[in-house]
């Protein structure tokens, strides 16, 4: 049975609350905690970046894991560090992944997460004693004083895909929609995004409401024939949004508690890119209080430009046995909260660009650190914990 072995996210040990970053930016914090959904964001200080915070969360969901049985490591970013090197690369040796192992690295906006969670799903048909690990890892950055300043946030989710599935086994139908538009997007010579906030909720909406219409023909399911649905999470409002717009075209009965345990972790962890949709399957399984064995979860992935795709999976039974809820809870309550200045010390860092040598401060990374460049080489290492 193909589909998730193993599941786990990890994400910075700084945060900023909500509350003090709408006190300094002269806003009610009610646009934040209720007109978003928000109430944390993760912010990575100058020794975190993509590389370790995938490391760390694959580290996390390869426990338990024979590593020698890893054919392909497909690692998804909008965050990418280099041009030509997949980010995989650096994982890899970090975790000492088998040598003939493929790694492979995916970017479209905040689809290429479902991208690899596809690819892996069509390499296991092939390699069936095979597992595949996919790591989605982000960084979302909008400019401080910006309209996207408080739908930031840093993570990666790391699952491991198999034909010996524990968590959710995925199903073949899937509605797929893909279209040029320029509601996001960052060119090489930016560090931030450009974005058109209304348009890209626009056409979220209208690329949910062809991904359906796809796999409803697929399929023939119902809304109805679906207990849960775990949406792409740039915020949490905009999920909310979608679950209603769904629900009206699909005929069906709207219920918050079909997404609002999907939403947990999200509201104190801020936008992921690529990682948010499977830290909403990470909160749904581990914070919901119903045994959710064998029932359907629908899920919607949208990366901005856009590609976007519609699909649906089943829980198993005895999948509670296989979370990490309670290292995510530990993840997400050790974590330390900044000042304004703080916050906006770690936003401002970044390392030279002409290859010079520099060597990083520590801070409170988990498993690895960006320990600095050298010679246009970017150098990591193992922390003590």
């Not at 959710?168 to 538009?181: L, R, W, Y």
């Not at 979220?204 to 809304?223: D, G, I, P, Q, V």
């Not at 040598?357 to 246009?376: E, M, Q, V, W």
Request: aromatic content about 12%; charged content about 20%; some cysteine.
């Amino acid at each position: 049975m193909k589909g998730i072995e193993r599941l786990s996210f990890y994400t910075s040990r700084y945060y900023i609350d909500l509350k003090t970053l709408a006190a300094a930016r002269g806003i009610d914090p009610d646009k934040y905690l209720v007109g978003l959904g928000q109430e944390k964001m993760s912010v990575a200080p100058p020794d975190e970046d993509v590389v370790t915070l995938a490391a760390t969360s694959a580290k996390q969901a390869l426990e338990g894991i024979n590593r020698e049985d890893i054919g392909m490591l497909l690692v998804a970013t909008e965050s990418g560090i280099d041009q030509s090197k997949a980010l995989g690369i650096w994982v890899h040796h970090l975790l000492g992944l088998p040598k003939n192992a493929r790694v492979v690295e995916l970017k479209q906006a905040c689809y290429a997460g479902c991208a690899g969670l596809q690819l892996g799903l069509s390499y296991l048909e092939t390699h069936p004693n095979k597992k595949v690990l996919v790591i989605a890892t982000d960084i979302a950055r909008y400019g401080l004083n910006s309209p996207g300043e408080p739908t930031q946030g840093c993570a990666a989710a790391s699952f491991i895909l198999s034909t010996s599935a524990k968590l959710v086994a995925f199903e073949k139908e899937h509605g797929i929609f893909t279209s040029h538009v320029m509601d996001f997007w960052r060119p090489n010579y930016s560090e931030t995004a450009f974005v058109d906030g209304k348009f890209s909720t626009k056409i979220y909406l209208e690329a949910l409401e062809e991904c359906w219409n796809s796999y409803k023909e697929a399929s023939n399911r119902t809304f109805a024939d679906h207990a849960k649905f775990c949406y792409h999470l740039p915020f949490v409002r905009m999920a909310l949004k979608a679950h209603e717009r769904l629900a009206k075209l699909a005929e069906g009965e709207f219920d918050i508690a079909q997404v609002s345990d999907s939403f947990t972790y999200s509201r104190s962890v801020g936008n992921s890119y690529t990682a948010s949709l499977f830290i909403g399957l990470a909160s749904l399984l581990e914070t919901s209080q119903e045994d959710l064995a064998n029932k359907r979860i629908g899920f919607f992935s949208y990366g901005s430009g856009c590609v976007a795709e519609f699909f649906s999976g089943c829980v198993l039974p005895g999948y509670k046995a296989h979370l990490k809820a309670d290292l995510h809870a530990q993840i997400l309550h050790d974590r330390q909260a900044l000042s304004l200045a703080e916050y906006e010390e770690f936003f401002n860092f970044r390392l030279p660009e002409d290859g010079s040598t520099f060597f990083c401060s520590p801070y409170n990374t988990k498993a690895f650190r960006l320990r600095g460049i050298d010679k246009h080489e970017r150098l990591y290492e193992p922390t003590c914990c």
